[in-house]
């Protein structure tokens, strides 16, 4: 259910923006995102706070674009997404509290302090870039491109991303089992 909520609002739109235009994708984007969370709360499944975010986000920039038929607001939307993500991930960090990966992953994979605090810069970093990317897409290019950059490009950078990530996981996860002494 949680990859639903995380893209089927994303396919919704891409598709329907293909077949019909913005404006129907954008309509159908915030439907599904308003459908598919209502739909965890009813069944009492864990939202959390990014998915509430996104929510929020989706809705007020989908009624801006449908209310105005400003299509600059849907593409401001994963620029500020992105950007809460870096601070959700930042700041936790510069504060010197627990930081928001090992939080999130730290009963499952065992690592060395450094390379927690490097990960986490790691998407922090990631998100400022995928930020600066949408908003460099959004305004230089045609809203075909955007579309097709939203999802074609951001699940491909992603993807690319996770998976340096998980290599690095890897070998740091070893290293700290071959150093732990139970």
């Not at 450094?114 to 998100?127: D, Y």
Request: proline share 3%.
């Amino acid at each position: 259910m949680k990859l639903l909520a995380d893209w089927g609002a994303i396919v919704v739109f891409f598709v329907t923006y293909k077949l019909v235009d913005l404006y129907w994708a954008t309509a159908l984007a915030v439907l599904v995102s308003m459908l598919t969370i209502g739909l965890m709360r009813m069944r009492g499944m864990p939202i959390d706070r990014m998915q509430w975010i996104g929510l929020a986000l989706i809705t007020v920039f989908g009624g801006l674009t449908l209310l105005l038929q400003d299509e600059r607001f849907i593409k401001a939307k994963p620029t500020l997404l992105y950007g809460l993500s870096a601070l959700v991930f930042l700041i936790p960090q510069l504060l010197g509290k627990a930081l928001v990966l090992k939080s999130l992953l730290g009963e499952k994979i065992q690592l060395p302090d450094f390379a927690w605090r490097r990960l986490n810069t790691a998407w922090i970093v990631f998100f400022v870039v995928m930020a600066a990317l949408n908003a460099w897409v959004a305004t230089r290019f045609s809203t075909d491109i955007w579309v097709d950059f939203k999802l074609f490009g951001t699940l491909g950078l992603m993807i690319v991303f996770i998976i340096g990530q998980t290599l690095y996981m890897t070998r740091h996860g070893q290293e700290a089992q071959k150093n732990d002494p139970s």
